[in-house]
């Protein structure tokens, strides 16, 4: 886990999870959106579906909710 600020972040530190995590034999990974991604034959597995999950999640336009925050549609990727 993280344990200082990430370059740019000011002020105390966000919790912070880890990303990758195994239930038995099985490996997943988890998103900003809550969602978890598996269930993968191996951790190097898992992070190569975290790597196409964030390429395609870059080809989602995002948009402004009524608070002004800009959010991205969560999506699932089997």
Not at 25 to 35: D, I, L, Q, S
């Amino acid at each position: 886990m993280d344990t200082m600020n990430r370059q740019g972040e000011q002020g105390s530190l966000p919790f912070r999870t880890e990303r990758f995590f195994a239930v038995g034999a099985r490996w997943y990974f988890a998103t900003r959106e809550g969602v978890d991604s598996g269930p993968y034959a191996s951790k190097e597995r898992a992070e190569e579906g975290l790597r196409r999950f964030l390429k395609v999640a870059q080809l989602i336009p995002a948009s402004d909710d009524p608070a002004g925050n800009r959010v991205a549609r969560s999506h699932r990727i089997y």
